[in-house]
């Protein structure tokens, strides 16, 4: 499975862009859309030279293929479209570790994706403070995380409709 667009459109906007490293909030230091590594995998470090939009780019698409595999992996359960994609922006986010070793994973290991959706605010903090971007950004990721699928809301009123005896 692949991040849809509203997935996309969540790390974009909540990252933002940067051509210059910087310490994110966490204090990790930061290129592009929010990448923490380089192309070849190694840690961006203060000393990374800039990039361009291209280089952004493709830093961004080389961290979400690396996310959205961690998820493929973790993940034990079929969930929806816009489940994998809200996670695939959070680990995008926290890091696969944390998503290992999170509640949030295990409640959807489970099947128990309401009391999952209910784990995302527990993620709005960094560097030991609550952050606003990240309660926003939690929200829209939660948001997601609850909106079924086109696909799945035409089979449903489908199935409403003809599948009655």
């Known amino acids: 499975m692949k991040i849809n667009e509203e997935g996309l459109a969540i790390i974009k906007h909540y990252e933002g862009c940067s051509n210059t490293v910087y310490r994110c909030p966490a204090g990790i230091p930061t290129i592009g859309f929010g990448s923490c590594y380089d192309l070849g995998g190694n840690p961006i470090t203060m000393d990374h030279r800039d990039i361009t939009d ?94 079924p699928d086109a696909l799945q809301d035409v089979l449903e009123n489908w199935l409403d409709t003809y599948a009655r005896d």
Do not use: H
């Open 54 to 147: 291209e280089e952004a780019t493709a830093y961004l698409v080389r961290g979400v293929q690396t996310t959205e595999n961690s998820v493929a992996r973790l993940v034990r359960v079929a969930v929806t479209e816009n489940q994998f994609s809200s996670l695939v922006s959070f680990v995008y986010n926290v890091g696969s570790g944390n998503f290992q070793r999170s509640t949030m994973r295990m409640q959807i290991n489970r099947g128990s994706f309401v009391d999952a959706s209910n784990e995302f605010w527990k993620w709005r903090r960094a560097g030991g403070r609550i952050l606003a971007g990240l309660v926003r950004r939690r929200a829209a990721e939660a948001s997601l995380f609850k909106t």
